[in-house]
């Protein structure tokens, strides 16, 4: 039988309502005990690092999860991560750059009501996330929610309140879980050993333009950030006036990292199109093509935090990891 750890850091799926709103309270042991079969599915091990609704999770809490996988590594056949749904992209973004080449699972769940409700999710999710994690030909760091497997680096929540609520975006979903059986549409190869990274940067300001933006959000704020993320208009809109691409200069004099994606939820950016945008791409912004937002922010925090100078930055965010963009 399969030897899988599951850490635990809460969400919806461990939590109670004692008066004041849904928070996290169950014990990783009293989840469990409310999914017999998973004994039937593989040997548990429990790792519980936080109990937080993971509005409150951030990249620190990535990189101990990511520590958490390193240290347990060669004690286990794989790992199931339970999660809050609100930021479950984002951490599942995170883990797919902080352990790269993993040929072990890594796979993150969680749910949309709690475990003790009489029409939970909970139940079903934890038991297709072992299904998962517990199959031989299961690799890398998937979102496995509501009878779907999606890549770590294309889940976007895309649902507040139903049970399906995370979609592939721009992307296949990879497998659909059934019964215990997983049907797969397709496997990303692992080349090469298993990667841990223990660095990522935060100092990252995104930034969603929309009709009348002012400049001053960038003005006043260069000296708090090494990075800017910009949610163009379509393919590569990005506004020129108010001095809006003004200050996109000053950003790009002062040496910061400006990553171009699109607001627009499916298909990603192209900013060869359209004459505005492209004068600064010249500039030597970098494009998300068609990752995922939460993909963009994860990886220019990586990138940020391992990178020795520009030109390795330039390449690391460039190069494909996990799949993460088709195009680039
Ligand atoms: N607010 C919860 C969380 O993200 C939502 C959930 O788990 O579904 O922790």
Redesign the pocket.
């Known amino acids: 039988m399969k030897r899988i750890c599951l850490i635990a850091t809460?969400?919806?799926?461990v939590s109670k309502d004692g008066g004041n709103g849904l928070e996290p309270e169950l014990t990783p042991q009293e989840l469990l005990s409310y999914v017999p079969e998973l004994k039937e599915i593989a040997e548990i091990f429990v790792r519980e690092l936080y109990r937080l609704?993971?509005?409150n999770i951030h990249p620190q809490h990535w990189l101990s999860m990511a520590e958490c996988i390193r240290e347990e590594y060669e004690n286990f056949d794989g790992f199931v991560v339970i999660h809050?749904?609100?930021?479950m992209a984002y951490t599942a973004a995170a883990l797919s750059y902080l352990v790269q080449n993993s040929r072990k699972p890594i796979i993150l769940t969680?749910?949309?009501k709690s475990v003790y409700n009489r029409d939970t999710d909970a139940r079903r999710n934890l038991i297709d996330a072992f299904c998962y994690a517990a199959d031989m030909r299961s690799h890398g760091v998937y979102i496995v929610f509501d009878g779907t497997a999606i890549l770590g680096t294309h889940a976007r929540k895309t649902r507040t309140h139903s049970y399906n609520a995370f979609s592939s975006i721009n992307c296949p979903e990879a497998a659909i879980v059934q019964e215990g059986r997983i049907i797969r549409y397709f496997e990303p190869e692992c080349d090469g050993e298993v990667k841990f990274y223990q660095r990522m940067n935060p100092h990252i300001l995104s930034v969603r333009p929309y009709p009348g933006i002012s400049s001053e959000i960038l003005v006043r704020t260069i000296d708090c950030y090494d990075g800017l993320v910009i949610e163009c208009f379509g393919t590569s809109g990005i506004p020129a006036y108010g001095g809006f691409d003004e200050a996109i200069r000053l950003w790009v004099t002062a040496g910061k990292a400006i990553v171009a994606t699109t607001q627009v939820p499916h298909e990603g950016s192209d900013m060869s199109v359209y004459r505005v945008g492209k004068d600064l791409m010249e500039l030597g912004l970098l494009e998300a093509f068609d990752m995922t937002p939460e993909a963009v922010l994860a990886k220019l925090m990586w990138v940020l935090g391992n990178a020795a100078n520009r030109v390795e930055l330039e390449q690391m965010f460039a190069g494909r990891v996990w799949m993460d963009t088709f195009r680039g």
């Open positions: 809460g969400g919806t799926i609704d993971s509005t809050g749904t609100d930021t969680g749910s949309q």
